[in-house]
């Protein structure tokens, strides 16, 4: 929203900002009870506030109103004015005429240097296609702790709206993943282990439907917080045909019983106009790089 309102994104530091101990007054995470806005209407001046810790970005249409904010938070906190946004948990942020261009380039380099393989030779993709990774009894690790370090590092750097699903091997449950997509920049993508075990291909692919859904929903009441209000269908795009005619067929029948009713919530949303579900060929699903090793 900052890239398309051409806002600017400042970054401040709070000290000490673990502090153990009681709170002796209320902390509101939402406005309390009978508290009215006076901007409801127009949104005239908006400032949003990110806190993650003691990182902080705040951002808004009000350049004067964000220098009120940032003194006002200097007076009562100890805090560090960062100054325009640069670097945020591992996230690299350049600003230039055509928007904002994160990289994680120092990250990853971080994690290699980590690693010891720096002069590794590169490769085109990461991942042996037709690979299914298998239980070992192999000697355990000498410094688990490193790779355990390593491995939630990774995970941290691997996060159209889409749904599809592959499976586990070792567990039989199949993996939903998502990539959704605001105008032609990614916003939100995950890669999660569905809770149970599908019958078939038609049904893991309809559960990751009906997760996506979710997805979208909340992200939508956050763009709606944000000032942004979408009135549109969102699209939903699918690359099982059986999928879609589950989705869009209001009828149980013995083949689709033993599915959750809380799966079925997505046929109340696409009758409320809310998703729009599409099909989408497999060779042009963008979300496959999330659950499949895929060649170059």
């Not at 400032?47 to 009000?62: E, M």
């Not at 997760?211 to 939903?236: A, D, I, Q, Y």
Request: proline share 4%; net charge neutral.
């Amino acid at each position: 929203m900052a890239a398309a309102r051409k806002w600017k994104l400042h970054q401040m530091d709070v000290h000490n900002a673990f502090l153990h101990g009681d709170l002796n007054e209320e902390v509101y995470m939402r406005m309390p009870p009978g508290f009215h806005s006076q901007q409801q209407g127009m949104h005239e001046r908006q400032i949003h506030v990110l806190v993650y810790v003691d990182d902080i970005i705040v951002t808004g249409n009000d350049h004067a109103a964000i220098q009120n904010f940032k003194t006002y938070l200097s007076d009562y906190f100890h805090m560090k004015d960062l100054g325009v946004l640069k670097y945020f948990l591992g996230i690299e942020v350049a600003r230039g005429p055509d928007g904002i261009f994160l990289c994680q380039c120092k990250y990853a380099l971080d994690i290699i240097v980590e690693t010891g393989l720096l002069g590794a030779k590169p490769v085109s993709f990461l991942l042996e296609q037709n690979h299914n990774l298998a239980l070992t009894d192999g000697p355990f690790l000498d410094d688990p702790e490193r790779y355990r370090r390593l491995v939630a590092t990774i995970n941290s750097l691997g996060r159209r709206i889409t749904g599809c699903a592959a499976s586990c091997p070792l567990t039989c449950r199949s993996l939903t993943g998502w990539l959704v997509m605001l105008g032609h920049s990614p916003i939100s993508w995950k890669t999660k282990k569905q809770h149970t075990v599908s019958r078939s291909s038609a049904e893991a692919e309809y559960r990751s439907m009906a997760t996506t859904t979710c997805e979208l929903k909340w992200l939508k009441g956050l763009l709606m917080s944000l000032g942004v209000h979408h009135n549109t269908p969102m699209r939903l795009y699918c690359d099982s045909h059986a999928a879609l005619h589950l989705a869009a067929n209001p009828v149980f029948h013995e083949r689709t019983k033993h599915i959750e009713v809380d799966c079925h919530f997505v046929r109340n949303e696409i009758q409320n106009d809310s998703i729009s579900p599409s099909y989408v060929p497999t060779q042009s699903q963008l979300a496959d790089i999330f659950t499949k090793a895929l060649g170059g």
